[in-house]
């Protein structure tokens, strides 16, 4: 069965500096990996996407996570962080084995960015 | 807008009283699924559907239905609520294939007492 794990529960930087948020994954199958964005009373925004294309993926908002196979990880950077940055982001699994309809969420790592 | 709706943001409800919560996209997404998002567990997939009147369970599918008559619309239905039902839920869709991701909707945070 798959599986997410975000290694940190709450995350927090100074602004300007960088963001790291980590994520493993465990999957049978070829995964498809997504980092969502969760500001405080909004829904969820889509960041990012891996679907077995680069291995380096680029997102919204100066965001981006590299996946390796190796370490099954799939962690999300960015350079500087900004205040608005601030929000809890979700790691995501789904594969081919269980159907694209089935997300398998992280338990969420909230960001806390200072000034 | 490309959007997914729901209805209503916020519902205070006492056990034992049916209620819906709807959910409408305007996309044309096949895939439609209901999440609920609890503090330190993320979230968890109620039910899901693949298409008008293709419907199953997620993971935590006990003490809900849902039905999908129409491709648009996906409601959510507690037929008697209780207490740990208590939750911020979700709606999302798809087009179904998985490199476009889902889109959510804004939530409902549901309180039952």
């Known amino acids: 069965a798959q599986s997410v794990t975000q290694l940190d529960s709450h995350v927090s930087v100074s602004e300007g500096t960088p963001v790291l948020l980590r994520c493993n994954y465990s999957?049978?199958?070829?995964?498809?990996l997504f980092w969502y964005v969760q500001h405080p009373n909004k829904g969820l925004q889509l960041l990012l996407k891996?679907?077995?294309?680069?291995?380096l993926v680029k997102g919204i908002n100066g965001f981006e996570a590299e996946f390796k196979k190796s370490e099954t990880s799939f962690h999300l950077t960015k350079p500087s962080a900004h205040m608005s940055d601030a929000a809890e982001y979700f790691c995501?699994?789904?594969?081919?084995?269980?159907?694209?309809?089935?997300?398998?969420f992280g338990t969420g790592t909230r960001l806390l960015v200072s000034p | 807008e490309a959007q997914v709706t729901q209805n209503p943001r916020y519902l205070i409800t006492v056990t034992g009283k049916k209620l819906t919560v709807t959910c409408s996209q305007n996309?044309?997404?096949?895939?439609m699924s209901w999440y609920r998002q609890d503090p330190g567990l993320g979230l968890r997939q109620i039910y899901y559907?693949?298409?008008?009147?293709?419907?199953d369970k997620g993971d935590v599918p006990e003490g809900y239905k849902v039905s999908r008559k129409e491709k648009r619309n996906f409601p959510l239905i507690l037929e008697s609520p209780s207490p740990n039902q208590t939750s911020l839920y979700f709606c999302?869709?798809?087009?179904?294939?998985?490199?476009?991701?889902?889109?959510f909707g804004s939530g409902t945070r549901l309180t039952v007492v």
């Open positions: 999957s049978s199958y070829s995964p498809s």
């Open positions: 995501v699994v789904s594969d081919q084995k269980t159907g694209f309809q089935k997300l398998v």
């Open positions: 996309m044309n997404h096949e895939y």
């Open positions: 559907s693949m298409n008008v009147e293709v419907t």
């Open positions: 891996y679907t077995s294309a680069a291995t």
């Open positions: 999302a869709s798809s087009p179904g294939q998985n490199i476009y991701g889902y889109t």
